[in-house]
């Protein structure tokens, strides 16, 4: 008796939890209006053909020539089923059709409609209407490929630009690439004496790093010095990174004579960095009030290891006269190397001439130990073929190196204070 | 005299690798779409694709159709035509070792509808990646994807093997654990370092660390208890197409390290390209082929760097990194002095082949084979999977430079396996 108490109560549990977990199950709708015109007319041909069989007397509210926008229900088990069909006139004026009369209408009529085997759209793509950068924004989506074009990639075959860079596309997957200094460390063009280059592809770079110089128009500053290595950089749209090493062992003893300060030269041995990305809608249309022009906005968000080693260029006699040997004497820690980053990427919407008119990225390297800077770049492109650039950087608080005096008769402590400063690089960008 | 023999096995083994590999090489079969007439590309930008599988599955529940819905691991291609309007010619979605179900002409605007049909054919506005599958042929291209992607991803959700751990959190992307490095021709705990970074099918990226010195089998020569000492540092590699390139670098942790004087990696860069056949190999009876499946051949250079760090009192004392130093002939001591270079005897030509055996349901080969030379380190190494599940590898070191840091030969033992979430 117990046991038939017990399966009875299970037996209503289970029933009871089943109908109630359906009624939580989610039904969906599908909407959409039909594109299809000559499908359109004939089906409303029908439609009116069907109600005047139904009732001659009744008032024409619709017409063949309407638009018409499909609902169908979808149940629990995936099956669909017409809920509505709604004619829109010039008028704007959305007329449901008669329920009585599609239930009267040839079935394969009906069938055809619910199949949407026709040319069809989405509701909110035709309500958004518009032009080419709305297309993208009726699904509330955003591709940042426009701005990764614009600072990461590009979608010219030739183009020298805002870093200043060089991208000469051999075909639609691969470039050569140049690129001056390491922007994406925090140290572009002048602020790194590094020519970067090799093989640049939509989602990796493998470059060769080259000793370079580039113009800067703040003399006083101290940029990093550069040397032979290499540099690995990825970025997908979610996340990316870059991984790099130079070495001063790759260089001549005539080659340090180059350094800009060979008594005290600092360098980056070592980089890595990591960062989370996402792309967002910012702006206005140009034809609403608004400061910032419609376009795309990239944020960046991550942390770069970034080694400086210090040392000093002196010959076998430990005469620093400028040319000889580099010799390391201190290189940062871990916790010197280490940096919080946080970038922000901006580019206009591409135009109908397909070029973005403003570009504009700024970049905070935030220190673990103080040291940090921040880089601020900006591009206006005046049309298909040119554009002017320029970028500013600037570190706000010194790195101090402490190392033994490499003399062998002393054994005093010293220090050296490297302080980057301020750099100013005008740039002119070309596009082909 | 080792090395000459070496040499001269080196050489026959290539020749009659190159020699088979032309032999066997299938022809191909007529492309499937004319890449002069069409542009074809997989839709990456996650929304996208995410929108496409929404429509797929609209339209399957409102018509009795042959399509199925698309699967998390699929490819989803775009075709474009190259002439007129440009519009969208085909969708292909699948895998090649599933094969590709195709929604083209009329019915891809009746699937997508108008905007989105339009907007996934403008793919310059949109993450994508330019892809040559539909323009290849078909047959025998399982094995082909299959040395392809598990050489550097995986389309496995989790793998936890002695030489690397990957574990998938979608089809894009997912996080990696390695220990040594067999590109570099030190696997498992001959290189001194295990790597923890991210992966892409394209990209990977990490920290890179020492790790424990470890022999997974037995090691011989006057050095079986030298091995490289781990650092801290980074490393990244790409695979993109045809073009494999790493690189990393590290710095020695004197806290970290055992012993006073200490050879350790500093940096090293590896860059290969790849090129890929189908085999129809010797066929012994009706239904059975010997050596049938696919290879993959590599060739490229190595180039990585070991310093010499004299350790006291857990500082490095001296670290050096000149470049010309060659160990004498029959030196193993262990002792160096300031002023002694770093070595590049790590380097050289890089040249790799990979062979997948026939796959069994489509899944995974029953053999794997590899044949290596990186640097000084060749490399012969055996994978038997014993179902899709559980793969085991057998690895044979030989090392043709005498130094300190290295033992003549190696014979290692590993694991790996696959696990798929339901």
Redesign the interface.
Known sequence: MKNRNLIALLTMLSFVSTMWAQSFQETGK?E?VV?DREFSRSFMEAYIDTLMTIDDMAELEVQETDELRVI?G?DVE???SLENIYAKGRSGVLNKLAKAVLDSMDAEMIDNI?????????LS?VDVGGGRGD??N??E?R????V?DAFWWT?RRVDISVFPRIFIRVN??FAFAAEFGRQDLGFPAAASRTLNMG?A????K?YATLPASYLNLNSSSNPLEGTFG???K?D????G?????Q?M??LGTTDTSNFLSPKNAVYN????Q?YYSFTSRIGSPADQPGFVPIGSLRLQIGFT?M?FAYGQVFNESGISDGTGAYHQLDKSG?LESMFGLFRVEYASDMNNRFFNKIKMAGQLNMGLDGFGGFDFTTSYTITEWLGVNLNLTYFWKPMVFTYEDPDPTLTSVLEYEWKPGFFIVPSVALYF | MMNTNIRKAILVTLGLIISLSSVLAQPKAPPMLDPRRFDAWTV?????RL?IENAVE??I???DTELLPIASTDNVIAVRSKSGQRQLYQIRYGTASDGYIVIDNMEV??VL????A??IS?K????H??TQEPYETKTHRPEVEYLEVETFWTHTDLQIGTDRLVYLFGK??GLTVEWGSELFGRPYGEAGFARFG?I?P??K???QVPSPSIALGYRAGAETDEYLTGG???????K??V?Y?????Q?LEPALAEGSFIHSYD?G?L?NLSFNTTLSGIKISEKKSLFAGAMQIRLGAVIARVDHSKIVNDRVLFQN???TYNVATGDTTDEFKNGDA?SLEESGLFFRVDYASTLIGKRFPRHEATFQVSGPSIMTKYVYNVSHTLGIPLTVLLYTKDNEWSPSAAILVGFKLRLDQN
């Open positions: 599908l959409w594109k169908v979808i995936g099956n669909s619910q199949s949407r085997r026709y040319n069809w759209d989405y793509a297309v993208i009726v699904f989506e591709s940042n490929k426009q990764r979608h639609p997957n093989l592809t939509e989602v990796l493998f290499g540099v690995l990825f997908s749209p979610s996340f990174g870059s991984i790099s090493f070495d062992n790759f041995p070592a980089s890595g990591f290891f080694q871990a | 990456e930008y996650e929304p996208f929108l609209e339209y529940t409102l018509n605007r009746w509808g108008s905007t989105l339009q907007t403008e310059e506005t949109y993450y990646l330019d894009s992307g991210v892409t394209i990209f990226l990490g920290l801290i540092g980074g490393f990244g590699a790409f993109y197409k073009l390139g790493e690189l990393f670098f710095s940096l860069g860059m990194l000149k470049r770093a």
